[in-house]
């Protein structure tokens, strides 16, 4: 997920979000006017916050698993009982359908809530498998909270972002800073007040600010930090956490690839690819960043694109509805950016390329309302800067390629995406795509539902980040798995074969009593496969 | 564990660039190519393989069965290990993992089904193991070979190249380790780099996949920080002080040679060994005499001369320990040394040390001992163990001793430790299937076993869909419209219940009622 670029970037003294939004911006937002102020934290307060759910912690108040399930129902009903004016926020924050805000935020984040509430009490604590000599020992792995532990969120699902990790951090047992972000200000503010209305306010606090206030934040001790952002933060909030060894979970982004196959159902594929891209106007940190798209399918894919757009959206999407917004002038101007620097008609000849491609479809931008069309631009060089960064709105460059080998040499010469989408219905490339790329999730004919799945794991690897969540994993990952084993005073006889004074004989006994039987199939290809080179 | 403190502050009164006269260090310019040749040959996807990986998890254990006699006396150099000692400590936990990844690696690698709701019934759902690329291992020296070797097998079962970097400060093993591997393992996927501080920081700017490293906390965070860089994610396996809690339910003879075993083997220098004794007052008395008789048992009068005893690494530590036991006795007035004390320092030989009535503020108690000496601090109550242990960094270990339930119940909930053991010391850390890792200042992350293929692993989610039932996608896709969104309610909401039949039942109703009436809706839009 690529988060405001700024975060880090702008600091200004002004501690309100309306105001420094107007200040940091040259640019008159007619759309954003309406912001409603979002207070900032004051930064001397910021440790003393920290310091107090530190201290509730102490007080073995989340221990207790019935509190942890009261509160997430207190957390259930905050969500249930708000929605309407949640959708309105988000509404203002990004210009969000309200359909949109109820499928992915809200649904998503009871959801996410009801499966732990459900699960809970079975996941605390799990037994380990014994072995001939822990035959009279207990072995359990029993998941300990872990502390204090600081939630980050991200303006592009402004309240998923936040409180979804946040179901995790409950029901493991921590207390909870919460930062949500300062460019979804409206959703902040809303954020902040239900959760201190509906939450306990000595376990679960929220901090509002920008740079200054995220700066002082991380400069206090966590027990865990989980930031979903950029990588360029994402790399300074793990600086931050070495100092106190915090261990951190990155959900960051990248360029999510999606391959169209030679062999595939069109009509499916391009409405699929379509819908992933357009929904909250392509601003989702998995969203199909781009396509590469097998030769045989390429005239076909961009006409269609066209059908599916207009079944979507009508003729003109500014008008309609179900079409989102950009969140600021900042990532407007940026995207627009691209635009402008594509060409708007095919070149007549090779060598007139413009390396930025040539705009097939859309194009049209409205900076009053922050509007930009889903715009498709083909003919791009590789090294183009919409090719370079993460996109992160509803452009989408189509790259022709002539085999699947090709696309997974084109994805392994970049940094791991987030999300990969293949679609085919071909045997062999779906296997070298599974095989071959390496990718946070991958989907094979659809885009984006795997974020739905509580049972499959939500993270990146590498650039597009560490760690993962979503269901029992979010527990897990704000809880330390602690190795129990309980012995007993019984056949203490035993004991005397690992005490001094030491012989052979005691350690072959050992070595009997603990060590692995491998079995018979497994050590016998030794011989006959490992050339002996001694 | 604990590993030399000086890795990054280290007086290099050795050759800066040839290192010292037992192991050569690694020319740092070629550092940046060796980590170079191993992505190139990640990329190739030689080591991604099953064959690939059983043929070198088979080559790492000829590699310890033809060279039992070589480990014995480069850890005897090193660290005056006895040879049962590293047989058990270092040999013994790695053979058990190579085994068990040789029997289940096909069944660790294959795609895991994962649970999916109704809604996804048509599609395949999984996670799949994938390697990460290249990953940095970097070992400690009190257990020179198995916290290099055990680490790898994660590595290599997960189908990664390695970079291994052993401790300068363990000598002889590092260079026999430097000599063998590459006969063994393949030269072009694993590769061993030598060196102190400079090489280290060298190594540690390139970019890696993974890094595992064992060793202190201070150069734990420095690792963290330059793994940031990359966004590289760490395994950290440090140490801290791990408490020993001894009830008056126990069996205090039992307790006693078991805490004695755990704390002298390797000379205390084991990053789970007991660091310091929490006895309940009323068996305080007895527990003194019983650790001097197992003492006694263990080593006989003379421990000196004791086969069966270790030294201390390096005159580094030799000096730190007995700096320990002279500030414990001259500065305390409760204090005092009812066992050992002695010391040899052209042996670097320091005697099994029992301090008793230390004060919780006295130096003893302030860092990881990584020693043979072993504090004794009184208390009255349990309440008072927890406090105690809670105003402290997390340690990785916590050992309690006692029969009565509730007293393990309360250590079990209210204190957190990378490991809890109840009744004896050290041997959860042979346990494959229990997570070794520390937690807060002990460490992040976990391995052993079916866990250290898991911490070399990415897990993808795997989804693949059909185009078949697509007409489905209708429901998800603008123009939006009320009646569509209650119909993925229908399909995506959950549904809460701590009966887990009535949820079954409930899934299913909902399933029934969704099918038919899509269907019918599906046909009258059709016929209408």
């Not at chain 2, 760490?234 to 704390?263: C, H, N, Q, Y």
Request: some cysteine; hydrophobic content about 40%.
């Amino acid at each position: 997920i690529n988060a405001e670029y700024g975060v880090f970037v702008r600091s200004v003294g002004v501690r309100t979000a309306k105001q420094t939004l107007s200040k940091s911006l040259p640019f008159s937002s007619s759309a954003r006017s309406s912001v409603m102020a979002l207070t900032y934290t004051p930064i001397d307060e910021i440790p003393k916050m920290v310091q107090k759910v530190r201290d509730t912690f102490k007080s073995e108040k989340t221990l207790d698993v019935d509190f942890r399930k009261n509160q997430l129902r207190a957390f259930y009903r905050m969500i249930d009982e708000n929605t309407d004016q949640l959708i309105q926020t988000v509404h203002q924050d990004l210009h969000k359908p309200k359909h949109e805000t109820l499928g992915t935020e809200i649904l998503l984040t009871k959801n996410e809530i009801l499966h732990t509430l459900n699960h809970l009490s079975s996941w605390i604590t799990s037994s380990a498998e014994k072995k001939l000599a822990n035959i009279n020992d207990e072995l359990i792995v029993k998941h300990d909270p872990l502390g204090t532990v600081l939630i980050i969120g991200a303006w592009n699902y402004p309240i998923l972002l936040v409180l979804q990790p946040l179901v995790g951090a409950i029901a493991a047992g921590n207390t909870v800073v919460i930062k949500p972000s300062e460019v979804s200000a409206n959703t902040a503010a809303k954020i902040t007040e239900l959760i201190t209305r509906y939450l306990d306010p000595e376990c679960y606090t929220v901090i509002n600010g920008a740079v200054e206030e995220t700066t002082s934040v991380l400069e206090q001790r966590f027990d865990h930090i989980f930031y979903t952002g950029n990588s360029t933060v994402g790399k300074i909030v793990m600086r931050a956490a070495s100092n106190f060894l915090t261990p951190v979970t990155l959900e960051l982004g990248g360029k999510s690839p999606t391959i169209i196959d030679h062999k595939v159902d069109l009509k499916i594929a391009t409405r699929r690819v379509l819908w992933g891209k357009c929904l909250n106007s392509g601003q989702t940190c998995i969203a199909p960043d781009y396509v590469l798209c097998h030769t045989s399918q390429y005239e076909k894919f961009i006409a269609e694109l066209q059908v599916a757009h207009e079944e979507f959206y009508g003729a003109n999407s500014q008008t309609h509805p179900d079409y989102g917004r950009i969140i600021n002038q900042r990532q407007f101007q940026r995207l627009r950016g691209y635009i402008n620097e594509a060409q708007n008609e095919p070149a007549a000849s090779t060598e007139a390329q413009n390396p930025n491609g040539t705009i097939v479809f859309g194009g049209k931008t409205d900076e009053g309302e922050l509007y930009i069309s889903f715009t498709v631009v083909t003919n791009i060089s590789p090294e183009a800067p919409l090719m370079q960064n993460e996109i992160f709105g509803p452009i989408l460059p189509v790259i022709k390629i002539e085999n699947i080998d090709e696309a997974v040499r084109f994805i392994n010469s970049r940094e791991k995406p987030l999300a990969l989408y293949l679609f085919s219905q071909d045997k062999h490339s779906i296997e070298a795509i599974t095989n071959r790329t390496s990718s946070g999730g991958l989907v094979i004919n659809d885009t984006m539902l795997h974020l739905s799945v509580p049972s499959l794991p939500f993270g990146g690897v590498g650039n597009s980040g560490m760690g993962n969540y979503h269901g029992k994993r979010t527990f897990e990952t704000f809880s330390h798995k602690k190795a129990v084993m309980r012995r007993s005073f019984a056949f203490s006889q035993l004991d005397g074969l690992r005490y001094p004074p030491l012989s052979d004989k005691k350690f072959s006994w050992l070595e009997f009593l603990l060590g692995e039987k491998a079995s018979w199939g497994s050590l016998s290809s030794s011989s006959s496969s490992s050339p002996s080179e001694k | 564990i604990n590993a030399e403190y000086g890795l990054l502050n280290f007086a290099q009164t050795k050759n800066k660039m040839f290192g010292s006269d037992i192991l050569p260090y690694t020319p740092i310019d070629q550092i940046p190519d060796i980590v170079q040749s191993l992505k190139q040959t990640f990329k190739t996807g030689k080591t991604r393989s099953e064959s690939f990986r059983r043929h070198q998890l088979h080559r790492l254990l000829d590699l310890l069965n033809d060279n039992s006699q070589e480990i014995h006396t480069a850890t005897k150099k090193d660290l005056g290990k006895p040879a049962f000692e590293s047989d058990l400590g270092e040999i013994l936990g790695i053979r058990n993992d190579i085994s068990r990844a040789l029997d289940d690696l096909s069944c660790w690698m294959a795609p895991k089904n994962e649970g999916k709701g109704f809604a996804m019934i048509t599609d395949q759902v999984q996670v799949i193991y994938e390697p990460l690329g290249v990953v940095l291992i970097i070992g400690a020296w009190n257990y020179p070979i198995q916290l290099i070797l055990q680490p790898l097998i994660g590595a290599i079962a997960a189908g990664n190249c390695a970079v291994i970097k052993p401790s300068e400060v363990s000598a002889h093993t590092a260079f026999w380790l430097t000599q063998t591997l590459p006969k063994y393992l393949d030269p072009d996927c694993y590769r061993v780099i030598n060196g102190a501080v400079d090489e280290t920081t060298a190594l540690l700017q390139n970019r890696f996949d993974h890094i595992l490293y064992t060793g202190n906390s201070t150069v734990g965070r420095i690792v963290m920080r330059a793994a940031a860089e990359h966004l590289t994610p760490v395994t950290l396996e440090m140490g801290g002080k791990s408490p020993t809690i001894v009830d008056a339910s126990a069996d205090i003879r039992i307790t006693a040679r078991r805490i004695v075993w755990g704390k002298f083997l390797n000379a205390g220098q084991t990053c789970i060994a007991p660091d310091y004794i929490l006895v309940h007052s009323q068996v305080h008395d007895e527990l003194i005499d019983e650790i001097r008789k197992a003492i006694n048992d263990f080593y006989g009068p003379d421990v000196l001369n004791s086969p069966h005893y270790s030294r201390i690494v390096s005159q580094r530590q030799f000096e730190r320990l007995k700096a320990l036991i002279d500030k414990a006795t001259t500065q305390e007035s409760e204090s005092k040394i009812v066992c050992g004390g002695e010391s040899d320092s052209s042996q670097k030989y320091i005697a099994p040390t029992i301090i008793d009535n230390c004060s919780p503020e006295s130096p003893l108690m302030s860092s990881e001992i990584f020693g043979p000496i072993l504090p004794v601090l009184r208390i009255n109550n349990i309440d008072q163990a927890i406090s105690f242990i809670n105003d402290r960094e997390k340690p990785l270990a916590i050992y309690l001793f006692s029969r009565t339930s509730s007293v393990i119940e309360r250590i079990k909930s209210e204190t957190t430790s990378g490991a809890l053991l109840v009744n004896d010391t050290l041997l959860h850390a042979v346990v494959q299937d229990l997570p070794f890792g520390g937690v807060g200042e002990s460490g992040m992350g976990a391995y052993h076993g079916q866990r250290s293929f898991e911490v070399f692993s990415h897990k993808k989610a795997y989804m693949r869909r059909s185009f078949f039932l697509s007409q489905l996608d209708t429901l998800r896709f603008p123009p939006y419209s009320n009646s569509n969104l209650k119909w993925l309610f229908a399909i995506f909401e959950r549904t809460y219940s701590s009966n887990k039949l009535t949820r079954i039942v409930r899934e299913f109703l909902a399933l029934f009622i969704f099918l038919t009436s899509f269907i019918l809706n599906f046909v009258l839009k059709k016929f209408a």
